[in-house]
């Protein structure tokens, strides 16, 4: 390991208080070699038992992406008049009202997606995956990429079957995340606002 490369704590401290969740992006394809960099980074995050079982699928065309987000809007679509909570309804509603006004509110125009999966029966999966992806998408940072956690992806991901095959999720796999990901079309100066941490100190 070369010491000499290692940023100092407050380096660290600035890098990882600045970081924020990227939804503009420009139009500009990310190298396959630096996507390639980027899943190569992320096998170095810790698994439970060390087993390693972390599968990546890079959606590398902007148009496959694109594919994507009307079969999440169906999904959406059906499950609003199912949902009890009135808030979360409506967030599924508004969701197909952007789409039909032109509107991507899911994948949001990004040229690139990357989704982690692994088998549904590994205890340590989920925790395998988010780690991982969390992984590369601060190390994507680092190399002047945006990320966003594709939330509504991942929820209809296990559960809506035409979506689950477009995905091309194995059998016996489970989507545990994954992250839009581009150059962004902006540039903030500002970190990012938070709460204070819910702690309990014993």
């Known amino acids: 390991m070369q010491e000499d490369l290692l940023p100092s704590s407050e380096g660290v401290k600035q890098f990882l208080t600045a970081r924020r969740s990227i939804r503009r992006y ?3 394809a990310v190298s396959h070699e630096l996507l390639e ?3 190569d980074l992320g096998r ?3 698994t439970g038992s060390n087993k390693q079982q972390v599968h990546w699928t890079v959606f590398e065309n902007a148009a496959e992406v694109r594919r994507l987000v009307p079969l999440v809007i169906d999904w959406a679509r059906l499950m609003a008049p199912k949902i009890p ?3 979360t309804a409506k967030s599924m509603e508004s969701l197909a009202l ?3 006004k032109g509107e991507d509110a899911i994948l949001r125009g990004a040229p690139h997606l990357i989704m982690v999966h692994s088998q549904g029966d590994i205890p340590s999966a989920h925790a395998d995956c988010v780690i991982s992806l969390t992984y590369l998408e601060l190390y994507a940072a680092s ?3 945006g990320t966003c ?3 509504y992806l991942t929820s209809a991901a296990n559960v809506y079957p035409p979506l689950r095959e477009a995905l091309g999720l194995p059998e016996g796999h489970r989507c545990f995340g994954a992250v839009m990901l581009g150059y962004p079309q902006y540039k903030y100066y500002r970190r990012p606002k938070r709460n204070a941490p819910l702690v ?3």
Do not use: S
């Open 44 to 46: 170095y995050a810790p």
């Open 143 to 145: 190399k002047g990429l």
């Open 26 to 28: 420009k139009k500009e």
């Open 149 to 151: 956690w594709a939330g």
């Open 200 to 202: 309990t100190w014993r």
């Open 85 to 87: 909570d009135q808030a």
């Open 37 to 39: 960099e980027l899943i």
């Open 98 to 100: 952007a789409w039909d």
